[in-house]
């Protein structure tokens, strides 16, 4: 790693349990060293300098879901500041994680999921226009980043120059064509999607709707509404989403 992407902090749970926030390389100078005390005290960490070492430390007995957030807290406002910070991930509350990977180290998937997330909730076609465009997009999106992946895969792949590295070669090469072509093929669903919701009717002032929800009121009209049962599409997509979540 060379000296542009070292940390200029460390924040860490120690093996006693508290959790030290660590200055490396970058805070040499007096006007650095003040503006990350700063950032510190006010994420609650104090001075635990040693003639040896310095650096900085949570006030013990806070419990570890507020010590997590403090600590997250600090590497945001630190960043924010400029300075780079490596948080430790069992600090980091904004780490999403999974059954099947419960310290959330796979980050791209996490991004992945929060993304399936945000199409789930889409309010419009517009919206999910805008979200699926994050994967679909022909020059940054997810699936030409990943066919980019696989041709340096296949690169490593045949770089020992054994058959069963060309054989793996031819794996990965498959990989990376496919998805090239599946992009190829979804080319302009985007646009489509969004312009599914071009004709969609006017919605009824703010007013109206209010009204009108009140009229149709369980409580208020004393009428029992039975939910809706999920069609079997649904229901099948829904146990798919939540089986591969869980993997």
Known sequence: M??????????????GG??????????RRAEHDALAEQMLRHAGFVDD?????R???????????HENRQATSAAW????????????PTLDTDRLTTPSDPGGWRILGQQLLRLTDRLNGAKSPAEAANTTEHVLDPVDGV?????????AAVDQAREPGTDEGWQLADRFETAATTLFALGEGLDGVTTELRALGENEPTTAPALEFQEAACAQSPSLTGRAVA??????TAQATSASLDQRRTR
């Open 227 to 232: 939910p809706s049962p999920a069609t079997p």
């Open 2 to 15: 060379s000296d542009a992407e070292q940390p200029h902090m460390v924040i860490v749970r120690e093996r």
């Open 18 to 27: 508290n959790v030290a926030a660590i200055p490396r390389g970058g805070f």
């Open 143 to 151: 699936l030409v980043r990943l066919s980019e992946f696989f041709e």
């Open 55 to 65: 650096q900085y430390r949570l006030d013990r007995d806070m419990g570890r879901e």
């Open 77 to 88: 406002m630190l960043t924010a500041a400029g300075f780079r910070v490596d948080l430790d």
């Open 49 to 53: 300098h040693s003639p040896l070492t």
